[in-house]
Structure formats: C-alpha cells, structure tokens
C-alpha cells in the first residue's frame, strides 16, 4: 500500500491539551489516515509514495472553527438584508468562503445555525426543512476539501418531539444556538433541550448580548436553566456577558465553554485567566462566529490560537488544542488529534519572515500570525503554500517517489 510520509518536522503539537508535544519528526498516512508517528529512521522509503519535507516546520492538527454560520447555496446578502438593511450589502458565496478558510488552516467547520440564508423562516417547519437542507448540502460540499458541519436546527415555536426524531434518523445532530429562534424562555426552550439530548445532538446557547434584531441576552441563570452541551463565545457574540455570569458557568457547571474571534477581548483574557486558575482548559473550544455582518476574516480562526496563547500564560501548543483536539472530543470527531487512526487533517505553520519568534510557537506567544507552508485534508495536500497568511520563514515541499 502506497503511503505520504511527513518528516522533517521541527515540532509535533497533538492538539491533545495534557500531551500538546509529541517527540517525534515523522508522520505517515495511508487511505487519508494517520497510520504512524515516529523518527524518520523508523520507515523505509520504498514504502512511500509522495514525500513531504516539513524543513523544520510545526505540524499542528488542522484548525476546528466551532461557531460558523455556513452560507447556503451560491446566492449571498446576508440575513442583514432582512434585519440589518445598512450591513446588506456584504455577499458571500460559499466556494470562496470555504477555500478562504481551508488557506487559513481550517479543516473542520460546525455550524451554529444558517442564519445568513436570505429570509429564513421563522416556523416549526422551516427551521426543520432549512436544518435538513443544509445538512444534506453540505455532507456532498467539499470546496477547499473543508468539512462542513451544517444544518443546525433552530429551536422554533411549534416544534415537537417527533421533528427531533425525524431529523435525528436523517443525520441532523446540531442545534443552532438558542436564542436566535422564537424559543427565547428556559421553559419554552428545556423541553425541546431533552428532545434533542434523547435524540443524540449537541445543543449550542447564544450568551451575552443580543446579535441580531429580536434576539435577547442572556447570562448563567438562563443558561443554566436550559442546559445547553455548548456556551457559544462566553467573551461575546459580539457583546460579553458578565464576569461573574462567567465565573459561575466556570465553577457551577460543566457545559462546554467557547471562545469566539467577534467577542470581547478583555474578556477573553480575563475568562482565560479564571478557567486556567480553576484547571478547567479541557472545556474550551474556540469559533469564529462569521461569516456575518460583523466580520468575514478566513483567518480568524489562526488569529484565535494566536489570541489565546499571546494574551494568557498558556503555552501556544496548548492553545492550539483549544481550536482542534477539545472541539473533536466534545463533538465526537475523528480529527484535530495528530494520533493514528485519526483523519489525516493537519497543517504545518512556521513564524512569518520578520517575526521576532524563531518557530512557530514562539511567534504566536510574541502575538504574530503564523505562516501556513501547508494544509492537508484526509492524507490529501490542498495548499502549499497558503495563499492568505504571512510568508513562513521554512518552506515544505514535496516529491512523488
Ligand atoms: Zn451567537
């Protein structure tokens, strides 16, 4: 069986947060899958077919954005033309959104709901059709090679028990955040909560301030009524909620606690210090919350490994498992972990040219972007280099045996 080796590796970050370095130079993949880690004098080269040389680069899984609200389709104004007319005239389409984040190191994205698909329902059965539609798309959808987790459903007056069924047996396991459906109260939102839980999906809360027109805030009472599996970007959606809304999420539950690129800074860094303190890392992911009226950055997702590990004291190989492996763990995927048997989604990244940190670590420790030399999704390389980020200083290559 034909085999792509990646050596010449500098640094192996896992993306798992108790093990982030792996002490090895080498991976191999076969049939899209990492099928060793080692030193390259433990392979022989007849056994390979394409060779990549890393040049002393970082690999790191590829990043998980956990917050993204997919476009559907190829058509692009934003739901702002229905709720926010002054921000309608951005489009997106979604070849270039996908193959964008795909150069900024994304392999893996999860919806949080398609509320940038032009006047979107807002019934029990367009919620459901829009969630199965999307979900459906995007199982085929593979621009840039990108993953794509989509068809989150909105949690709508009207829905029963039998439309979690319904969905759940047709592959639908994402609920949109709650909050941005007509089901706005704990009580009106928890029974639909149990649906979904029986059903085996994962449900997403919006928190803090409003985002869109007829959506309300809300802080760790609401949210620990309801119960959702994730708290979407406790720094902001954009607006945070307070600190002690967050510091009681920290100590009184265990709900999974996200970062996003929109949000907060301050707070960002003020919630990484409390989550650090109470040893409670393992239970942060990071998203990105675009493409919407407030951001469309591909390299928003890059910017949040850099975000955590230059604004807290956690190492930056440590930050990138808040962005791979943590998101796969909770969501039960079979990436963003450098581990055999995992799907082979990985980048290599190195410090841009002129940064003042010699690798890729260090860079993103002194605040710089990282450049991408490349990005391989399923054993497969989709770009080498990146076309958005900085220049890395080491350059990989590769040759056909
Ligand atoms: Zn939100």
New binding site residues.
Partial sequence: MKRTMITNIGVMVSGDLERDIIDADTLVIENGMICAIGQRDDFDLKDMETIIDAAGSTLIPGLIES?AHPVLLRSGPFLRDVHLPELGKSKVYISGWLESNMHAGVTTILS?GELTVSGRGRSALAAKELALAAHLVFKHLRYGGVKVHAGALFLEKGLVERDFKELAEQGVWLVA?I??GTIQTPEEARPMVKWAHKYGMKVLM???GS?LAG?KSSGAEEIMAIKPDVV??ING?PTAMSMESIKRLVEETDFTLEL?YIGNPKVLFESLKIIAEKRQLHRVICGS?TPGGQVFSPTSMLQMVRNVASMSDIPASKAVAMCTGNTARIFGLNTGKIEVGREADCILIDAPLGSVGQDSLSALKAGDVPGICMVMIDGEIVAMPSKFTPTPIRQATFRKL
């Fill in positions: 917050h949080a955040e909050g941005l919006h928190t803090g985002s959506s979407c970007h959606g996003c919350d």
